[in-house]
């Protein structure tokens, strides 16, 4: 056996379990449990003492035995350090250990041995530290916009890092934020306008890009690879460069605090992405049903209504959605075109919550959530159309 | 014959183009241009609310007299700078009523008092009455008077459209405006944002490139960050790390791996003694750097978790066969396989993250060091209200950004040479 992977498996797979352990103490800190240690020595000295009685026994028992036996041991000398945890905790833990042993139940002598088996330890650890702290990472904040959405003014007060929810209350009590932010803070009203703004962008955008695309991916003009190039880099320019442009001009025109303003920026500004996506798609349409089309008098209209549409459905609804969930996220604009609450969207509706200094934290986070759930729903449950869609490069950001 | 026929398919082509064409050039283009144009001119935020002639209709009874009624108009010019010219009034009166000593400025035809004040200077003021009598003594109803609104018309100069130019605004950009730490921090923030999200990317992609349980899962989750509105993000970031209440700091004092709570977002610097060096990191600004990096990371992921998926499985086998480890292989067959993206992932994250306003307008404002070229504009235009100057630095961003483009376009070119 190697010496040297020996030492890095060793290390390697107990600072795996210490982080693990100590993913699982964070969440049980803001469960309200308390916790001041991760009691790294000791934690990483017992990973040490696993691995290698795992090396040592190797096959001679069953890995689900060997595993158990892991688990009862490590969760037995945890429960002795930190007297007086709650059974879920050491639940936890047990589970930790089950899946931990299962993981390194694979490395025996003989595979140390191997050729590149440092590295290959090296690389297997870092692949299940990348998953869980990938994971953890990305969905700690949305794991948190929800439980504080669920808290109180005065229970954060008295225990910050204390989340749990407390499922026995009255459900009137549980979901208060979200009565306050309806009643008190009118967001019905910003989620029918958002609604209204996000569909009313996407039935317009259509309307002004399919004819457009189809131009583009069928018919000869002069200055058709201009146009194509100049969509693209029409779609690099920011908002912010055409913030200060059009407040000047929309104030002149009284086309501030007006969702029918909003409208014209939100189709303008995703209309050459749109038309982007639609063209690439239409050329991959086969061009002799149009022809057939032509020789039965169909003008362009009968040919985009009758034959364009029905065969990219696909292609169209993938577009939709997209516009949507960019005017649904928008931001700036928002912020630029509406001062009067009447008119708010709800990103605008939570930016402006946020100015009072005195908005309980709970209503912030729940008009968040209210404000996320829709986009994250859609991507989650159209996620096949919308994947290749993003590579193409059709989110700006 | 085929002539006509290129000829009606070139005019169906601009008859389909054009709505989209207009849309985009009246929302995008002009606005650009136009940039340009205020840009030379001294113009703040009050400058362009056009002036506008203004009546408050007030109405009062007269004692012991019931069919006589005091109208006072309290007469403005909105602006505080600029004059309004020709201003016209007119307001309707009931039937059978008449107005007592007419201003002779005023003429009365057919229930309607058509009056001309001539012109007002910029914060003109004027309380103007009228005395209604009913010309049957009846009673004169004071409601029916008030729902009827006057109506005033007047011509004035917008500042927007005059010729004045000058070259204060770039003046006071370059030299006025701490031109050097704008364009360092933009950069700083700009480049480590890509660069991170770049290596996360491909760290991410690396993972998800092989099989395990909850695989697909994993990709959905990864991409969460990118589709969720930043609003809500960014206010839940601002609670995290909050000095005081944040979860964060919290946790950092309950472990005690810090002492004192970090003021993540509000701290412009902040001192690491590193092997007896005081090394002065700009707190504020990494934070929202990281925030970058977590927020745009997965779009890099999806570009090279694409391509990982297209490299052809026979490349590893036969590295297997040679005896590669793995991480000979990741560098001699994966990172020469993704280069090609990485290069325009670069690019267009450069591009896109030198323009990122929302992001750090919503987690600091632009304080504590975070100003970027972005959200002085906002400051310039809508926190000083100088309009001109908003727009300089517009147009200082847009130059940059051309440059970046430029190249951008001519890397796409060379690439798609080489295929």
New interface residues.
């Given amino acids: 056996m190697k010496i040297k992977s020996l030492i890095l498996y060793c290390l390697i797979s107990s600072i795996f379990l210490f982080f693990l352990v100590s993913i699982w103490k964070?969440l049980s800190?803001?469960q309200g449990i308390e916790?001041?240690?991760?009691n790294f020595a000791i934690i990483l000295t017992l990973g040490i003492g696993i691995s290698l009685i795992n090396l040592i026994i190797g096959d001679k028992f069953h890995k689900i035995i060997k595993s158990l036996i892991f688990a009862i041991l490590f969760t037995f000398v945890d429960g002795y350090i930190l007297q007086m945890m709650p059974v879920w905790y050491n639940v936890g833990i047990f589970g930790i250990l089950i899946f931990y042993s299962l993981k390194i139940d694979k490395y025996n002598q003989k595979n140390l041995e191997l050729?590149?088996s440092s590295?290959?330890v090296v690389?297997e650890f870092l692949?299940l530290f990348?998953?869980v702290l990938?994971?953890f990472?990305?969905?700690f904040?949305?794991y948190?916009?929800l439980v504080?959405s669920f808290k109180t003014q005065a229970a954060?007060l008295i225990n910050?890092?204390d989340?749990s929810i407390n499922f026995a209350q009255d459900i009137k009590e549980l979901f208060k934020s979200y009565f306050v932010i309806f009643d008190t803070y009118k967001f019905g009203r910003y989620i029918l306008i958002s609604s209204f703004v996000s569909v009313g962008t996407v039935i317009i955008t259509l309307i002004?890009?399919i004819?457009?695309a189809?131009?583009?991916a069928r018919?000869?003009?002069?200055g058709?690879n201009f146009?194509s190039?100049s969509i693209l880099?029409?779609y690099?320019?920011?908002?912010?460069?055409?913030?200060?442009?059009?407040?000047?001009?929309f104030?002149?025109l009284g086309l501030r605090n007006n969702v029918g303003g909003l409208l014209?920026?939100y189709?303008?500004?995703t209309?050459?992405v749109a038309?982007y996506m639609l063209q690439g798609y239409f050329k991959s349409i086969p061009k002799e049903l149009e022809e057939a089309a032509i020789m039965d008098k169909l003008n362009?209209f009968g040919i985009i209504i009758k034959i364009i549409l029905p065969l990219s459905i696909p292609a169209i609804s993938s577009v939709a959605l997209y516009v949507f969930?960019i005017a649904?996220?928008e931001?700036?604009f928002s912020l630029?075109f509406l001062d009067n609450p009447n008119t708010f969207t709800?990103?605008r509706a939570?930016?402006y919550l946020?100015g009072d200094a005195e908005t309980p934290?709970q209503y912030?986070?729940a008009?968040?959530?209210v404000?996320?759930i829709p986009?994250?729903f859609i991507?989650?449950y159209f996620?096949k159309y919308l994947?290749s869609g993003?590579?193409a490069?059709s989110?700006?950001? | 014959m085929s002539d006509t026929l290129s000829k009606i398919e070139k005019r169906t082509a601009y008859i389909l183009l054009l709505p989209a064409v207009f849309l985009v050039f009246s929302i995008i283009l002009f606005p650009i241009f136009a940039n340009v144009w205020i840009s030379f001119k001294e113009v703040g935020l009050k400058d362009i609310r056009i002036p506008e002639p203004r009546a408050k209709k007030i109405v009062k009874s007269i004692k012991d007299s019931s069919d006589e009624i005091k109208i006072i108009y309290k007469l403005r010019n909105s602006s505080l700078i600029l004059d309004i010219r020709d201003v016209k009034f007119q307001d309707k009166i009931p039937k059978n009523s008449e107005p007592l000593n007419l201003d002779e400025r005023c003429q009365l035809k057919s229930n309607i008092i058509y009056c001309d004040f001539g012109n007002w200077k910029a914060k003109y003021r004027e309380n103007f009455q009228i005395v209604l009598k009913n010309k049957n003594g009846e009673k004169i109803n004071k409601k029916e008077i008030k729902s009827i609104k006057p109506k005033l018309s007047g011509k004035s100069d917008n500042i927007l459209l005059n010729t004045d130019f000058t070259l204060k605004n770039f003046k006071k950009v370059f030299f006025q405006n701490e031109f050097f730490d704008l364009l360092t921090t933009t950069f700083y923030y700009t480049f480590f944002g890509t660069i991170g999200s770049i290596v996360f990317g491909i760290l991410a992609a690396q993972l998800v490139n092989q099989k395990f349980f909850g695989r697909t899962f994993m990709r959905s989750i990864l991409l969460f960050p990118y589709v969720g509105p930043v609003v809500a993000l960014a206010y839940t970031w601002e609670l995290l790390l909050d000095p005081y209440s944040g979860t964060l700091n919290n946790l950092l004092l309950n472990f005690q791996v810090i002492q004192e709570p970090l003021n993540l977002l509000g701290q412009k610097y902040l001192t690491i003694n590193f092997f007896g060096f005081d090394l002065k990191l700009r707190l504020a600004l990494t934070t929202v750097i990281i925030f970058e990096i977590w927020r745009y990371f997965p779009l890099a992921f999806l570009f090279i978790l694409a391509r990982l998926q297209a490299v052809p499985k026979e490349l590893y086998e036969a590295a297997d066969v040679d005896g590669a480890g793995p991480l000979q292989k990741f560098i001699s067959i994966t990172l020469p396989q993704i280069t090609a993206v990485i290069s325009i992932l670069f690019m267009i994250r450069f591009i896109w993250n030198f323009n990122k306003f929302e992001d750090i307008f919503l987690l600091t404002g632009g304080a504590s060091g975070t100003r970027t070229l972005p959200i002085n504009v906002y400051e310039q235009g809508f926190t000083i209200s100088d309009i001109g100057m908003g727009s300089a630095v517009s147009i200082v961003i847009v130059l940059l950004l051309l440059i970046f483009m430029f190249i951008y376009f001519k890397l796409l070119g060379r690439r798609a040479d080489e295929n």
Avoid at chain 1, 35 to 38: D, E, G, H, P
Avoid at chain 1, 219 to 222: A, H, T
């Fill in positions: 964070v800190t803001l916790l001041k240690n991760f050729d590149y590295q290959k690389f692949t990348g998953i990938f994971s990472v990305i969905l904040p949305f948190m916009m504080t954060l910050p890092l989340f002004f890009a004819p457009a189809y131009a583009v018919l000869n003009f002069f058709k146009l190039t880099i029409i690099m320019f920011p908002a912010i460069v055409l913030v200060i442009p059009l407040y000047t001009v104030s002149q014209i920026v189709t303008a500004t209309l050459p038309i362009w969930m649904w996220n931001f700036l630029m709800l990103s939570i930016q946020s934290r912030l986070m008009g968040s959530v404000v996320t986009v994250l991507f989650v996620e994947v993003l590579t490069g989110v700006k950001g």
